[in-house]
């Protein structure tokens, strides 16, 4: 244990110093706007969203994008979302609300509404959003600008992660470090398998997306705007992920059950639907968040700070990035503690369940399974 503990450490250097290197490399969003921009659709699905819908949607409105439409997909809603937006489009004619009734077979809810709103968005460049994301005002103009400077065919947007209670503090804090090591964004613009994307903000030229074939491909990933970064990957388009700052700002969770409510989804489909990978990855993400404390507690200081100095330094660098507390570092041992635990409940949900349950539908985990991507 005391040596599978000190290689755990060293485990930790290195994810403190990748992160130090990805956070230097990342850009920010930058502040000039080109004066002739191309139509842009935004596309917003929502199911039973009532409660963020409004306050997301009115951050929307008061963009200052020249060229834009809105397109809202009310996915089977059984309270007032669908209601709400049709409202707004009453009030704003660059919005269309178009209502999911029924969800046909082999599709998730969320890529369905999507490829759905796809088929009627009308825009040169199409983003893709969540119904609880606020904008500033021209957080769109500058993205664009940046995706066509450069070249992009789709740009990724890391947004501001609004936390409220101590644990979404802790949890974000850990989960983005974490996120940064796995997955590598500031490679995404790189030749090689690096990819990226971003709920809250994919932003993809249109002949791009619909030359992939769209979410047509991705009907069954959970982890949709992954799935997507890599598909476009693949198929040679560019990429790139940018920081947003305050431009783009979402509540990932509200509070610790909500943490575990969204991973019970998402945890089980990113381990791959592997039984043994989600044991392993549980055992080595405990492990790795408390073996500084194991090796305090077996006298070893000189590691037992090392490793925990590492999660103080990761938790720093959170509070650069994400204007989180620069205190979440110390409380990565129990973060860690709280994430194993959700990725073995998500484990084992999905597998006790035979599939998924999210906004109340079912999906088989058979053919979630069967429909991943290699």
Same mark, same amino acid.
């Given at each position: 244990m005391t040596a599978l503990s000190i290689l755990a450490v060293l485990a930790w250097v290195v994810v403190t110093l990748t992160q130090a290197l990805v956070g230097r490399r990342l850009q920010t969003l930058p502040g000039q706007v080109r004066t002739q921009l191309p139509r842009l659709s935004v596309l917003v699905p929502a199911?039973?969203?009532?409660?963020?819908? #409004?306050?997301?949607?009115?951050?929307?409105?008061?963009?200052? &994008?020249?060229?834009?439409?809105i397109v809202l997909v009310n996915d089977r809603s059984t309270d007032s979302t669908g209601d709400l937006m049709e409202s707004l489009a009453a009030s704003d004619p660059r919005v269309q609300v178009v209502h999911v009734r029924q969800l046909p077979p082999g599709w998730?809810?969320?890529?369905?509404?999507?490829?759905?709103?796809? !088929?009627?968005?009308? =825009?040169?460049?199409?983003?893709?959003?969540?119904?609880?994301?606020?904008?500033?005002?021209?957080?769109?103009? !500058?993205?664009?600008?940046?995706?066509?400077?450069?070249?992009?065919?789709?740009?990724?947007?890391?947004?501001?992660?609004?936390? =409220?209670?101590? /644990?979404?503090?802790?949890?974000?804090?850990?989960?983005?470090?974490?996120?940064?090591?796995?997955y590598r964004p500031d490679l995404a613009a790189r030749p090689g398998p690096a990819h990226v994307g971003v709920g809250a903000f994919n932003l993809v030229r249109a002949s791009a997306y619909r030359h992939t074939g769209g979410?047509?491909?991705?009907?069954?990933?959970?982890?949709?705007?992954?799935?997507?970064?890599?598909?476009?990957?693949?198929?040679?388009?560019?990429?790139?992920?940018?920081?947003?700052?305050?431009?783009?700002?979402?509540?990932?969770?509200?509070?610790?059950?909500?943490?575990?409510?969204?991973?019970?989804?998402?945890? &089980?489909?990113?381990?791959?639907?592997s039984i043994p990978v989600a044991l392993g990855a549980t055992a080595i993400t405990v492990g790795a968040c408390l073996a500084p404390l194991w090796l305090a507690w077996k006298g070893l200081w000189g590691w037992a700070c090392l490793g925990y100095g590492?999660?103080?330094?990761?938790?720093?660098?959170? /509070?650069?990035?994400? #204007?989180?507390?620069?205190?979440?570092?110390?409380? &990565?041992?129990?973060?860690?503690?709280?994430?194993?635990?959700?990725?073995? !409940?998500?484990? /084992?949900?999905?597998?006790?369940?035979?599939?998924?349950?999210?906004? =109340?539908?079912? &999906?088989?985990?058979?053919?979630?399974r069967a429909h991943r991507l290699d």
């Open positions: 199911c039973n969203e009532q409660s963020t819908l #409004a306050a997301a949607l009115t951050s929307l409105l008061a963009v200052n &994008y020249p060229n834009l439409e998730l809810g969320k890529t369905h509404a999507l490829q759905v709103a796809s !088929r009627v968005a009308g =825009g040169d460049w199409l983003l893709f959003t969540d119904a609880d994301v606020h904008f500033e005002p021209d957080a769109l103009s !500058r993205a664009v600008t940046l995706a066509l400077d450069q070249q992009l065919d789709h740009l990724c947007l890391g947004p501001r992660l609004v936390c =409220g209670s101590f /644990w979404e503090k802790i949890f974000v804090a850990l989960f983005c470090t974490a996120f940064l090591f796995r979410h047509s491909s991705l009907a069954l990933q959970v982890l949709d705007d992954m799935e997507l970064g890599r598909l476009l990957k693949q198929r040679g388009f560019r990429q790139a992920f940018v920081g947003a700052g305050s431009a783009v700002r979402v509540r990932w969770a509200v509070g610790l059950s909500g943490q575990v409510q969204v991973l019970e989804k998402n945890a &089980y489909a990113g381990l791959g639907y590492c999660m103080l330094v990761c938790g720093l660098i959170s /509070w650069i990035g994400l #204007a989180l507390p620069p205190w979440t570092g110390l409380f &990565y041992p129990l973060a860690g503690l709280v994430l194993g635990w959700v990725m073995l !409940r998500s484990c /084992w949900l999905c597998e006790r369940q035979g599939g998924i349950v999210w906004r =109340g539908t079912f &999906y088989d985990l058979r053919a979630l």
